[in-house]
């Protein structure tokens, strides 16, 4: 019962995702005559939608239009995820070493539901992602409640941490070895899991970051 009712929840929130709209973005109907388009928040959730974890992965967000202009891709419909991409493929090994789970064993979204037009590599702007974050991302932290939620990157802790009324950290380095509350739920922030990211905070500060975690879980 709990399980169909997060379920129920979740694809109000779906349906909302579906008529909302923010200045510089799309939604995923406005591709291919709706291709993309699903039930879910983000698709990363058709593939990680376990509503009964208790971790939820959250990306910045989950495409931009460089991506769905590009020819209909099959498995990207089908999984909400691009197999052949290294950062996707960095993400679940880490999810699997650090915390014994695979993908589809947790609940996975992104904190801005919209299509960014134009290069993926795109920052959000802070609006944006203000809004996106209020609007999608606490009140899927809400109705799934997770014991921990796993911010991806910086844009994603910031904007939590702002829309939380919590003081920004000083810091990249402090915002990740400090978790913060959401409601029942801790959560930690750690660097994005692309290359940029990666190399910027160092691959074996990554694993140790992952290995933080994993410690507060046990």
Not at 37 to 58: K, T
Not at 64 to 78: H, M, Q, T, V, Y
Not at 121 to 142: C, I, K, N, S, T
Request: net charge neutral.
């Amino acid at each position: 019962m709990v399980e169909n009712t997060k379920k129920g929840q979740l694809l109000s929130l779906a349906k909302a995702r579906q008529q909302a709209s923010w200045p510089g973005f799309a939604n995923l109907t406005d591709f291919h005559d709706g291709y993309y388009e699903c039930d879910v928040v983000s698709p990363w959730s058709l593939s990680a939608g376990n509503v009964g974890s208790d971790v939820m992965i959250v990306g910045q967000d989950w495409a931009a239009s460089d991506l769905l202009g590009a020819p209909p891709n099959s498995e990207i419909k089908r999984s909400g995820y691009d197999p052949a991409l290294p950062t996707n493929n960095n993400l679940q090994r880490l999810l699997h070493a650090k915390l014994g789970l695979r993908w589809d064993e947790v609940y996975a979204t992104n904190m801005m539901p919209l299509i960014k037009l134009g290069d993926m590599g795109a920052r959000l702007p802070v609006a944006a992602a203000r809004w996106a974050a209020e609007h999608f991302l606490l009140p899927q932290v809400r109705i799934v409640s997770p014991l921990i939620v796993i911010c991806l990157g910086r844009c994603v802790g910031d904007t939590l941490r702002h829309v939380l009324r919590l003081p920004l950290a000083p810091s990249f380095n402090a915002m990740i070895e400090r978790p913060f509350e959401v409601g029942t739920s801790l959560a930690y922030v750690v660097p994005h899991p692309g290359a940029r990211g990666t190399n910027n905070r160092g691959a074996k500060q990554v694993e140790l970051d992952w290995d933080r975690i994993a410690a507060g879980m046990s």
